[in-house]
């Protein structure tokens, strides 16, 4: 093993104790309101009615640098009324450079944002980050050229960068984002082809794992049970297996982003984890 090899796996291995400092922030990215959750199950698993999921996203500090996960509903939904009558009824609450501003952050100092997969919810307001660099996996990338583009995405979101105004960064496989193991993409497919989940190596708090949508609230996990609307029911489980086994094994937290009761394991914001 070379010199820099055996760097970046001791870097690896400490997974940036020592090295940089991380933090993290959870954001408020809106909620949808489900008429029936059975809407989230092709087992028939759970007893139908209605549920409130949320939309979070998450800000990473890294040393200097800044990582924002998922860019949730878009802003044209803001203060959106409920409507019971349909299937899911999404509304945001507040824009995510307002709540940036509570803590003296400026959309322009957002280095990278990440997107854990292509569905319009995760990627609505993308575009108050242009200088941002775009990180998504390679096959959400490419599915927002299809015609049509897969179920859920929302291509114009992606603009910016589709047309050559911002840097994107396709991820295949795993990626880790600053080289030291702190702040990692896993390559989780099935809900989407490029789904992904993010771990962030917290110094006190430990490791965080955000789920994306790999899980969509916790009792999907012992249900066994896939949304419908997934691209893959067979990679699903498999990408589910794989996230609560990297949980279990590092002793991580892991956060479901649209589960009410999981994002509460983070501190409200303007608090962050560290
Ligand atoms: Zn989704």
Not at 247 to 267: S, T
Request: proline share 8%.
């Amino acid at each position: 093993m070379n010199r820099l090899s055996l760097t970046l796996a001791l870097a690896l291995v400490a997974g940036g104790a020592g090295g940089a400092e991380t933090e993290l922030w959870r954001l408020d990215c809106g909620q949808i309101a489900v008429r029936d959750i059975n809407a989230f199950s092709d087992n028939f698993a759970y007893s139908p009615g209605p549920r409130t999921l949320t939309d979070s996203c998450y800000l990473v500090r890294h040393d200097k640098d800044y990582l924002l996960w998922d860019t949730g509903l878009p802003a044209a939904l803001l203060k959106a009324p409920t409507d019971p009558a349909a299937a899911m009824s999404p509304s945001l609450g507040q824009v995510l450079p307002a709540q940036l501003a509570e803590i003296g952050i400026t959309p322009g100092q957002i280095g990278r944002i990440g997107i854990s997969h292509g569905h319009f919810d995760h990627t609505g307001q993308a575009a108050d980050f242009p200088q941002a660099t775009l990180l998504i996996g390679a096959a959400d990338w490419e599915g927002m050229g299809q015609t049509p583009p897969p179920f859920g995405f929302d291509p114009a979101a992606l603009d910016h960068w589709r047309t050559g105004g911002g840097k994107v960064d396709p991820v295949r496989g795993d990626r880790d984002v600053f080289g030291d193991g702190s702040v990692v993409m896993l390559s989780a497919p099935g809900h989407t082809a490029g789904e992904m989940a993010l771990l962030v190596r917290l110094e006190k708090t430990g490791p965080v794992l955000l789920s994306g949508d790999v899980v969509h609230f916790r009792d999907q996990i012992k249900a066994g049970s896939v949304p419908p609307f997934n691209e893959s029911r067979a990679d699903s489980l498999a990408s589910v297996s794989r996230i609560e086994e990297i949980a279990r094994n590092l002793k991580a937290r892991l956060v479901i982003q649209h589960d009410p009761a999981d994002i509460a394991l983070l501190p409200a914001f303007p608090e962050s984890a560290r």
